[in-house]
């Protein structure tokens, strides 16, 4: 299951830095396509559109990184958690799917007297 949920995570994060990317490459399209307004204020509004961008990419790149890192952290503790109480972790795995069973069979339980 967190495996199952690892891969989620990766993949929502690596579509957010795609969704950054493309937001990233049209804003540069859009600020080469007004290029030939001319004016004091385009060029100033080209400025602070290029530096905002500079920063969302930069800071994005460190959130990455980050969570990346926390996200490593995360899962040598508990390996390491596993690895050294193997009986604890099998019995926090069946309480937590006993609880899950026992709420999954009671949701069951109270559609199907809903629907009646």
């Known amino acids: ?3 199952h949920s690892n891969s989620n995570a990766s993949i929502t994060r690596d579509k957010l830095v795609e969704d950054v990317k493309i937001l990233t490459k049209d ?5 080469k396509a007004t290029a030939s307004v001319v ?7 080209r400025v602070k ?19 990346k890192a926390k996200g490593q952290e995360a899962f040598s ?3 390491i958690y596993v690895r050294d109480n193997p009986w604890n972790a099998v019995g926090i ?20 007297r809903r629907d009646d």
């Open 39 to 45: 004016g004091e204020k385009a060029a100033e509004a």
């Open 1 to 3: 299951m967190s495996n």
């Open 93 to 112: 795995a069946a309480g937590v799917g006993f609880l899950l069973g026992i709420g999954f069979s009671a949701g069951a339980f109270l559609r199907s």
């Open 49 to 67: 559109v290029e530096e905002s961008l500079k920063i969302a990419q930069d800071k994005l790149s460190d959130a990455h990184g980050h969570v």
């Open 77 to 79: 503790a508990t390996d």
């Open 27 to 31: 804003v540069q399209e859009l600020l």
